[in-house]
């Protein structure tokens, strides 16, 4: 394993993948608002259902044959109940979160559904110190409220003279965090134990699987151009495979904490991609309050001083 006492590459890998996650989120609005369409008339709007679908189920078609003829398939044996694990995790953790995410994309816009996304960590504590795995100190809570003040600030609820937003899009936007939350909860035991390529190829399996019974191959082949596949399949690769090489190689090089709190860069990206490239626009508060939320989340994952409990590491999906 590479050594950590050279943390530079673990920097410049989890920043690159937050990139590729930054451009995917852009990319994503694009294709559900017909913005592809001045590339090319064939690049019809994208239902936020079939780009989740194809993410997960064209990135493990990339995937697996990849790990089987490099690993062998014996590498990716793992108990029965594991694999029942790492599957419930694909589908309420990532098929969830990444529809509804890219639902409330589609709805408001890049920035209020990342940021209410990122709140994910605040659910994990939660959650925590309920089962009395960390405790409520004054920092954990404080984090709680400043998150909940952000997102305020983000949707408009403060200081801007109430709700603007669509009502859906933001929902979907607090269900995707919860089950970001439930990706992390319920992944993070397994990642603790088994191969991070390993788990991503069992819990992309659950997804895939999922998608193909809710909406079988036979009701989508030939609803899309060659255009819409291939940008499909590129997207799968930016979204999913690109990101996931450059952070798990960080990884190696960094400790998780530090991991986390560089791959907060991620909203920071996307927003910025977003706004160059879509001309989405941002107001004041809305920024006070993605700092807000973007300070709670490094908060709530850094360790109490002299602490031994579990820290609520969260590693991203979008």
Not at 140 to 148: D, E, W
Not at 158 to 185: E, H, M, P, Q
Not at 256 to 269: D, G, M, Q
């Amino acid at each position: 394993m590479p050594s950590r006492s050279h943390p530079f590459r673990g920097y410049l890998y989890i920043a690159t993948a937050t990139f590729l996650w930054g451009i995917a989120a852009t990319l994503g609005r694009a294709a559900f608002t017909g913005r592809l369409a001045s590339l090319s008339s064939n690049l019809r709007p994208l239902d936020p259902l079939i780009l989740s679908q194809c993410r997960t189920t064209l990135s493990l078609l990339v995937l697996l044959p990849i790990l089987l003829t490099r690993r062998g398939a014996s590498s990716l044996a793992m108990p029965r109940s594991d694999i029942i694990r790492c599957m419930v995790v694909g589908i309420l953790g990532v098929a969830a979160s990444n529809y509804f995410y890219y639902l409330a994309i589609q709805r408001t816009n890049v920035a209020v559904a990342i940021i209410i996304q990122y709140t994910a960590p605040v659910w994990v504590l939660l959650y925590m110190v309920s089962r009395g795995l960390q405790k409520p100190t004054m920092r954990r809570v404080a984090s709680v409220v400043l998150a909940v003040f952000g997102c305020a600030l983000v949707i408009g609820l403060v200081g801007s003279g109430g709700w603007k937003l669509d009502t859906i899009g933001v929902l979907a936007s607090v269900v995707a965090s919860f089950s970001f939350a439930f990706y992390n909860i319920g992944g993070h035991k397994i990642l603790e134990r088994y191969d991070r390529w390993k788990v991503l190829v069992w819990v992309l399996t659950g997804s895939a699987v999922f998608w193909i019974i809710f909406n079988p191959p036979w009701k989508i082949i030939g609803q899309y151009s060659n255009a819409q596949w291939i940008f499909m399949l590129i997207f799968a690769l930016i979204s999913v495979l690109g990101p996931f090489s450059f952070y798990f190689a960080g990884l190696q090089y960094l400790e998780p904490t530090k991991a986390i709190v560089v791959s907060c860069l991620e909203p920071v990206f996307s927003i910025i991609i977003a706004a160059v490239a879509l001309k989405e626009t941002v107001g004041p508060l809305q920024i006070v309050g993605i700092v807000v939320v973007l300070a709670a989340t490094i908060i709530v994952q850094l360790p109490e001083k002299g602490s031994q409990e579990e820290i609520a590491i969260v590693e991203p999906m979008e």
